[in-house]
């Protein structure tokens, strides 16, 4: 079997819990297709065989934009396995989007459904370094590498890299909500960290749950929610290749029967408001968790209302790859951060460097085992986001006497007005707590003397009227968190621009208001 005291992460998420008697429980499990732990283990170590048979050598690195089927488990942790390092992308991108990422980690393989071979086939002409093109699902691809084919031929006999904790596991690139895409490394001990954290002592996750992650396993939040977390205790994780929509959500909720669902905050918003989806519930829930936005007050306290369960609202970055700041079970506030998540410390910086008091506003860094080795080929980026043994996260917070945090947004959003600081996100939240509105989000603008003020886009509950808006809006605003923040302009729109993760992409609010 191996020795599963290796520091390799495949050995501890997949391997131990052969070796503990879990090998015939279901890992993964999606609408039509089941992978055991022990069927796990065995197709990681044929993937492996496969790669090193393709030339592939430790620390090479595979890019895998896949779907969330039971094959991204078996790609991203046979990689690992060999000690090869796995790049999930987004499988939402353009073509010039994937030849950037391609071309940057110059990786020397690539695993894509046939589906996303027509957007990959052009940047495959700029990314020099691909040596082999592996479909996962489907046909397609002249030369390409038929994946379930490939791993037929090659043996189950167990394999593992001796590789190093502080040795490169995988990759994940940022979501891009403030420019280009930076691929963030992550080591072998980065994933542990994670379940020893957010996952055991604040999500409580047990061997009997059921996880759905309508966040997809591309995205750091859902590689843990969907993957290291279920696997760390001998979970199962119910798997969703297509759109999360309301409709699609709760069917998938009432066929895995889950007992953990981790979402983001759109999504809550729309499983609240569809019509169509007004009578369906999801009995077996325990908890649920946030992350990726802040999540507004009343929509957590409408969630508990209907369903009877907990939001566990939190914060985390691909940088530090999940959870570090949240609210817990028993210790939740609607409209707060929450807490430092037990093995994680927090700070907030003022513009000067030094300590904010309570009730401040200050930037949040973060310290903690799960932070990322850095930026791949960005030195200045690097040096000012891992700085020691801190991350600077980008993120304004104040924080109480209590240690509870709460968000004001982003330090490139906030901005003054008259000389005070304006919260994007306490702005947007006043909007959406009016009854017309669906989502808002808030940006600078210049007034006619060049002055910035807010300005507001906002999306409508489907079947509110526009009419006389504008000024109810404002009022609205001005009677929740003072006069100088109300919105000077408000848009109507049909859709905000969002990262694939769900982030509002407020710099192309910005471009646009200007």
């Given at each position: 079997m191996g020795d599963v005291s290796v520091a390799n992460a495949c050995a501890d998420l997949v391997d131990r819990n052969v070796v503990e008697g879990r090998g015939d429980k279901p890992a993964f499990i999606s609408a039509d297709h089941s992978l055991t732990y022990r069927l796990l283990q065995a197709e990681t170590c044929r993937f492996a065989r496969l790669a090193y048979r393709l030339g592939l050598r430790r620390e090479d690195r595979i890019a895998m934009a896949m779907y969330d089927t039971v094959n991204f488990p078996i790609v991203f942790l046979g990689a690992i396995r060999a000690g090869i390092v796995p790049i999930p992308l987004n499988t939402l991108l353009g073509a010039e989007q994937y030849a950037y990422m391609l071309a940057d980690s110059r990786a020397k393989a690539i695993v894509v459904p046939a589906a996303l071979w027509p957007t990959l086939q052009p940047a495959l002409a700029k990314a020099p370094d691909i040596r082999h093109l592996i479909i996962a699902d489907g046909e397609a691809g002249e030369g390409a590498i038929?994946?379930?084919?490939?791993?037929?031929?090659?043996?189950?006999?167990?394999?593992?890299?001796?590789?190093?904790?502080?040795?490169?596991?995988?990759?994940?690139?940022?979501?891009?909500?403030?420019?280009?895409?930076?691929?963030?490394?992550?080591?072998?001990?980065?994933?542990?960290?994670?379940?020893r954290t957010f996952a055991r002592q604040v999500l409580q996750i047990r061997e009997s749950d059921v996880v759905f992650s309508a966040a997809k396993l591309f995205f750091a939040y859902g590689l843990g929610n969907a993957l290291s977390f279920p696997l760390s205790v001998g979970a199962s994780a119910y798997l969703l290749p297509g759109r999360a929509t309301p409709a699609v959500v709760f069917d998938a909720l009432e066929?895995?029967?889950?007992?953990?669902?981790?979402?983001?905050?759109?999504?809550?918003?729309?499983?609240?408001?569809?019509?169509?989806?007004?009578?369906?519930?999801?009995?077996?829930?325990?908890?649920?968790?946030?992350?990726?936005?802040?999540?507004?007050?009343?929509?957590?306290?409408?969630?508990?209302?209907?369903?009877?369960?907990?939001?566990?609202?939190?914060?985390?970055?691909?940088?530090?790859?999940?959870?570090?700041?949240?609210?817990?079970?028993?210790?939740?506030?609607?409209?707060?951060?929450?807490?430092?998540?037990?093995?994680?410390?927090?700070?907030?910086?003022?513009?000067?460097?030094?300590?904010?008091?309570?009730?401040?506003?200050?930037?949040?860094?973060?310290?903690?085992?799960?932070a990322g080795?850095?930026?791949?080929?960005?030195?200045?980026?690097?040096?000012?986001?891992?700085?020691?043994?801190?991350t600077r996260t980008?993120?304004?917070?104040?924080?109480?006497?209590?240690?509870?945090?709460?968000?004001?947004?982003?330090?490139?959003?906030?901005?003054?007005?008259?000389?005070?600081?304006?919260?994007?996100?306490?702005?947007?939240?006043?909007?959406?707590?009016?009854?017309?509105?669906?989502?808002?989000?808030?940006?600078?603008?210049?007034?006619?003397?060049?002055?910035?003020?807010?300005?507001?886009?906002?999306?409508?509950?489907?079947?509110?009227?526009?009419?006389?808006?504008?000024?109810?809006?404002?009022?609205?605003?001005?009677?929740?968190?003072?006069?100088?923040?109300?919105?000077?302009?408000?848009?109507?729109?049909?859709?905000?621009?969002?990262?694939?993760?769900?982030?509002?992409?407020?710099?192309?609010?910005?471009?646009?208001?200007?």
């Open positions: 038929m994946l379930g084919e490939a791993l037929q031929g090659e043996s189950a006999d167990h394999i593992l890299a001796p590789t190093h904790p502080d040795e490169p596991c995988f990759w994940l690139y940022s979501s891009g909500s403030t420019g280009a895409p930076k691929g963030v490394r992550h080591v072998h001990s980065s994933m542990g960290a994670t379940t066929k895995s029967r889950a007992t953990i669902f981790c979402g983001v905050p759109t999504l809550f918003a729309a499983m609240l408001h569809d019509r169509g989806q007004a009578d369906r519930s999801a009995p077996e829930l325990r908890i649920c968790t946030s992350a990726g936005e802040a999540l507004p007050e009343h929509i957590g306290k409408a969630w508990r209302a209907r369903f009877g369960v907990d939001i566990l609202d939190g914060v985390g970055s691909t940088e530090m790859l999940h959870i570090f700041l949240a609210n817990a079970p028993g210790d939740i506030v609607y409209g707060t951060s929450g807490k430092a998540v037990p093995g994680y410390e927090l700070r907030l910086l003022d513009e000067a460097m030094q300590p904010t008091r309570d009730g401040e506003i200050g930037e949040l860094y973060v310290r903690g085992e799960s080795d850095g930026y791949w080929n960005q030195r200045a980026k690097s040096r000012a986001t891992f700085q020691g043994e801190w980008g993120d304004k917070f104040t924080r109480d006497a209590d240690g509870r945090y709460t968000y004001c947004g982003r330090a490139d959003d906030m901005f003054k007005v008259s000389g005070v600081w304006v919260s994007p996100f306490e702005v947007e939240t006043a909007l959406a707590g009016h009854p017309a509105v669906l989502e808002a989000a808030v940006v600078p603008a210049e007034d006619a003397d060049r002055l910035l003020k807010p300005k507001a886009f906002i999306v409508l509950k489907e079947g509110a009227s526009s009419q006389g808006l504008d000024e109810a809006l404002k009022a609205h605003v001005k009677a929740s968190i003072g006069a100088w923040q109300y919105p000077r302009w408000i848009e109507i729109v049909d859709a905000l621009p969002k990262t694939a993760t769900g982030k509002i992409q407020r710099f192309k609010l910005r471009e646009r208001g200007q």
